[in-house]
């Protein structure tokens, strides 16, 4: 059983940074794909980036392109996910995700937001 718990989201001006991490315990760093999605309120969930942690592959969505990175520490068992130039849209609660999938090309072979297991979330507004 996959568990992940989120940290690090708060209350950010248009334009700043904040970076989130998910604890991940028992995934398998040989097959395991780890991944973040969003959800505003009243919208549908959305992938944002996921991570290969076994090759490192990454993939985003275009509206994150060139904003968020994500990252990897396989022996502290973390995933990161780095926002900079955030924006209003950015407001979401953050879920970190977990699934047993290949990736192609950096293209994961299932959405981010049916993966298997998920985190409880952490909130991220931007906000002036």
């Known amino acids: 059983q996959v568990q992940l718990v989120e940290f690090g989201g708060g209350l950010v001006q248009p334009g700043g940074s904040l970076k989130l991490s998910c604890i991940v315990s028992?995934?398998?760093?040989?097959?395991?794909?780890i991944g973040w999605f969003r959800q505003a309120p009243g919208k549908e969930r959305e992938g944002v980036s996921c991570?290969?942690?076994?090759?490192?592959?990454?993939y985003y969505t275009d509206s994150v392109k060139g904003r968020f990175t994500i990252s990897r520490d396989n022996a502290k068992n973390t995933v990161y996910l780095q926002m900079n130039s955030l924006k209003p849209e950015d407001t979401a609660v953050y879920y970190c995700?977990?699934?047993?999938?290949?990736?192609?090309?950096?293209?994961?072979?299932?959405?981010?937001?049916?993966?298997?297991?998920w985190g409880h979330g952490t909130q991220v507004t931007v906000s002036s």
């Open positions: 995700a977990s699934d047993r999938i290949l990736m192609i090309a950096g293209i994961p072979l299932k959405e981010i937001t049916e993966f298997e297991f």
């Open positions: 028992g995934f398998s760093p040989d097959y395991d794909v």
């Open positions: 991570i290969s942690m076994s090759d490192g592959s990454t």
